[in-house]
T-cell receptor, first 113, second 114 residues
Framework: DTGVSQDPRHKITKRGQNVTFRCDPISEHNRLYWYRQTLGQGPEFLTY????????KSRLLSDRFSAERPKGSFSTLEIQRTEQGDSAMYLC???????????FGPGTRLTVL | GESVGLHLPTLSVQEGDNSIINCAYSNSASDYFIWYKQESGKGPQFIID?????DKRQGQRVTVLLNKTVKHLSLQIAATQPGDSAVYFCAEKGDGGATNKLIFGTGTLLAVQP
């Protein structure tokens, strides 16, 4: 199965620590998206890359959040100085330009103590 | 702060019955709509999608209906099985192509009784 993969699947951290998550998209997909999902809610868009360019960012993406996709393949999402409110499932999705279907990975569950 | 809704709308059906899950979308300029199934602890799984120039699209055991007049989307699942139990989300891609982000609805919990 060559779907979207995310690492780690679970992360527990203490408030104030930095965390970094990785996403590997489907290999031929040039678009990559990050979403955040809290319990009982639908995913909320954070940011989107086409190749290595970050083309769109949500206002949800505060200055403590940064995402990169340096070679247009995998992406990382870093959260600095984590807060309890950052506890959520962080989802990555990918798609091909010219096709709108976004395929999601299994997510990274972040718990901030 | 943001409130978290823990009580999803729930649809309870008997195994073998047909299920209809409804969704109201917000942006009349949205040109693409998609349904996802999400099981506990997993990422959303693509089910079916439809563009705004269509009213209906069928897949294997699933049909999506789009009513642009009232901004309503529905997902029909034929012969519902226990494995269909999950939370179902609709999502729209809006602004006539000006954005690629998906905006998700609240979600509906489908509970299939054996």
């Amino acid at each position: 199965d060559t779907g979207v993969s995310q690492d780690p699947r679970h992360k527990i951290t203490k408030r104030g620590q930095n965390v970094t998550f990785r996403c590997d998209p489907i290999s031929e997909h040039n678009r990559l998206y990050w979403y955040r999902q809290t319990l009982g809610q639908g995913p909320e868009f954070l940011t989107y890359f086409q190749n290595e360019a970050q083309l769109e960012k949500s206002r949800l993406l505060s200055d403590r959040f940064s995402a990169e996709r340096p070679k247009g393949s995998f992406s990382t999402l870093e959260i600095q100085r984590t807060e309890q409110g950052d506890s959520a499932m962080y989802l990555c999705a990918s798609s091909n330009s010219g096709r709108d279907t976004q395929y999601f990975g299994p997510g990274t569950r972040l718990t901030v103590l | 702060g943001e409130s978290v809704g823990l009580h999803l709308p729930t649809l309870s059906v008997q195994e073998g019955d047909n299920s209809i899950i409804n969704c109201a979308y917000s942006n009349s300029a949205s040109d693409y709509f998609i349904w996802y199934k999400q099981e506990s602890g997993k990422g959303p799984q693509f089910i079916i999608d439809i563009r705004s120039n269509m009213d209906k699209r069928q897949g294997q055991r699933v049909t999506v209906l789009l009513n642009k007049t009232v901004k309503h989307l529905s997902l029909q699942i034929a012969a519902t099985q226990p494995g269909d139990s999950a939370v179902y989300f609709c999502a729209e891609k809006g602004d006539g192509g000006a954005t690629n982000k998906l905006i998700f609805g609240t979600g509906t919990l489908l509970a299939v009784q054996p």
